[in-house]
């Protein structure tokens, strides 16, 4: 597609319930990272991918996050048994990785998840 | 602990004046840095980016970085109320996450 795409563009879920949030990036950009921005606040690292490489897991807040990626293609974030902390729009961004600088990172619409 | 730090702001400019955002961060490593505008509600939107000392110019903004100093900025010439929003500065190192600062909330006030 043209752009980062992520769905669902917007989720309520009931506290305790598990969320599944899917990002499509951009054909062939090789790199894709998950942020967390809660209302207010700025962007919270979460994950980040590369090629075929082992993910930097380092954002995870906790052990009820956990994010998969097939190949260099979809990326799902899944948050267990969800929490009222969670509540906040979840974004995903892609980029080529080149060896040389010069890799422009664009970000999907987010997904914004609200816990009741 | 790579820290990218902005002031919060709000910055408040009046129509057609210069805005001037500044960042600062901690990783000697960082080769990449960027700016995004944010509006409310919105993702981030790239503005700019710069790899190499010197300012980099592209229509009303221009980028400017201090790799000694540890230093990028932005500058806005002949703000518009339609360039209020939250800024972002992101630095990057390589093979590695990119890393954001908090923001500063930009006014420009008709």
């Known amino acids: 597609g043209a752009g980062v795409s992520q769905s669902p563009s917007n989720k309520v879920t009931e506290k305790g319930k598990d969320v599944e949030l899917r990002c499509d990036p951009i054909s062939g950009h090789t790199a894709l990272y998950w942020y967390r921005q809660r209302l207010g606040q700025g962007l919270e690292f979460l994950i980040y991918f590369q090629g075929n490489s082992a993910p930097d897991k380092s954002g995870l807040p906790s052990d009820r996050f956990s994010a998969e990626r097939t190949g260099e293609s979809v990326s799902t974030l899944t948050i267990q048994r969800t929490q009222q902390e969670d509540s906040a729009v979840y974004l995903c961004a892609s980029s080529l990785e080149l060896q040389s600088s010069g890799n422009t990172i664009y970000f999907g619409e987010g997904s914004w998840l609200t816990v009741v | ?110």
């Open chain 2, 1 to 110: 602990q790579k820290e990218v730090e902005q002031n919060s702001g709000p910055l408040s400019v009046p129509e057609g004046a210069i805005a001037s955002l500044n960042c600062t961060y901690s990783d000697r490593g960082s080769q990449s840095f960027f700016w995004y505008r944010q509006y409310s509600g919105k993702s981030p939107e790239l503005i700019m980016f710069i790899y190499s000392n010197g300012d980099k110019e592209d229509g009303r903004f221009t980028a400017q970085l201090n790799k000694a100093s540890q230093y990028v900025s932005l500058l806005i010439r002949d703000s518009q109320p339609s360039d209020s929003a939250t800024y972002l500065c992101a630095v990057k190192a390589g093979y590695s996450t990119l890393t954001f600062g908090k923001g500063t909330m930009l006014l420009v006030s008709p």
